[in-house]
């Protein structure tokens, strides 16, 4: 009898070592996730986390974390590079922007309302660093510029903790 008390504690014993291995194998996996996702790890917002991992990964798998739909959206038609995502959106300007970025058609930036957007979106689809310069917003200014340019020089002039993190992400 105390022979069979033995051998169920020792398999209680490795049944919980294996798990307590498994689990941390789990959590650094997750953490090398993160640094190979450079600066997303540091946005605080847990959408625009998300948004920046997904991108980073190209995994469409982070979308899905993402609360707000057209937000969602927006992520899913960027990462599988979809235009039918872009057709869900309900806010014109967001769909717009996003039909004009998947489509490369500069035509779908007129009609996004914010002036600011409207030159992001022309500097982008247009690669063009010139509507950068329209762009009211400092920040987005150096935003614009690091995509455009391809240069994250100006990723470190931006003091938005949050957009800069993913102008580091995204500009490499």
Do not use: P, W
């Given at each position: 009898?105390?022979?069979?008390?033995?051998?169920?504690?020792?398999?209680?014993?490795?049944?919980?070592?294996?798990?307590?291995?498994?689990?941390?194998?789990v959590i650094l996996s997750i953490d090398l996730n993160a640094q190979s996702s450079g600066k997303c790890g540091y946005i605080r917002d847990s959408d625009l986390?998300?948004?920046?991992?997904?991108?980073a990964e190209q995994s469409s798998s982070y979308c899905g974390r993402i609360r707000n739909e057209d937000q969602k959206n927006l992520c899913r038609a960027r990462?599988?590079?979809?235009?039918?995502?872009?057709?869900?959106?309900?806010?014109?300007?967001?769909?717009?922007?996003?039909?004009?970025?998947?489509?490369?058609?500069?035509?779908?930036?007129?009609?996004?309302?914010?002036?600011?957007?409207?030159?992001?979106?022309?500097?982008?689809?247009?690669?063009?660093?010139?509507?950068?310069?329209?762009?009211?917003?400092?920040?987005?200014?150096?935003?614009?510029?690091?995509?455009?340019?391809?240069?994250?020089?100006?990723?470190?002039?931006?003091?938005?903790?949050?957009?800069?993190?993913?102008?580091?992400?995204?500009?490499?």
């Open positions: 009898m105390k022979l069979d008390k033995v051998n169920v504690s020792m398999n209680y014993y490795k049944s919980f070592h294996f798990l307590l291995i498994s689990t941390i194998l986390k998300n948004m920046c991992l997904a991108q990462v599988e590079k979809n235009r039918s995502y872009c057709g869900r959106i309900r806010d014109n300007d967001m769909k717009n922007d996003c039909l004009a970025q998947l489509g490369q058609s500069s035509s779908k930036c007129g009609y996004i309302s914010d002036s600011d957007e409207e030159n992001m979106c022309l500097a982008q689809v247009k690669q063009s660093s010139s509507y950068c310069g329209r762009i009211r917003n400092e920040d987005q200014k150096n935003f614009c510029r690091a995509r455009v340019e391809k240069s994250s020089s100006y990723c470190g002039r931006i003091r938005d903790n949050d957009l800069k993190n993913k102008c580091r992400t995204e500009v490499r």
